[in-house]
């Protein structure tokens, strides 16, 4: 539990809302949370564990569980990034000019 609580004092309030955010979103594989946060999935279920109350979390576990498109191992082969193929480039968090 202690390292919970250092993980948690790590991140700031914004991440922490950003990867609970990424957690609860279906077609957000846990790589892409780790990608962005080097926050692993386990991690991410200490965080979901802490902030949210029990039942809450139960009910996430429940959804997450075996969806294929949450853990890369589960999912179809070729989804093999973290975006869209129609989503726009971006460069230097602008989105980039056609």
Not at 39 to 63: P, Y
Not at 84 to 98: A, C, L
């Amino acid at each position: 539990m202690a390292k919970a609580k250092e993980l948690i004092e790590d991140l700031d309030e914004r991440s922490i809302d950003r990867i609970i955010e990424m957690a609860w979103e279906d077609r957000t594989p846990f790589g892409a949370i780790e990608f962005q946060f080097g926050v692993s999935e386990q991690e991410v279920i200490t965080i979901m564990r802490d902030q949210m109350k029990a039942s809450s979390f139960r009910m996430w576990r429940e959804r997450v569980q075996g969806r294929a498109t949450k853990h890369r191992a589960l999912r179809d082969p070729e989804m093999d990034t973290f975006k869209s193929s129609r989503q726009k480039n971006i460069t230097h968090n602008k989105i980039s000019k056609r």
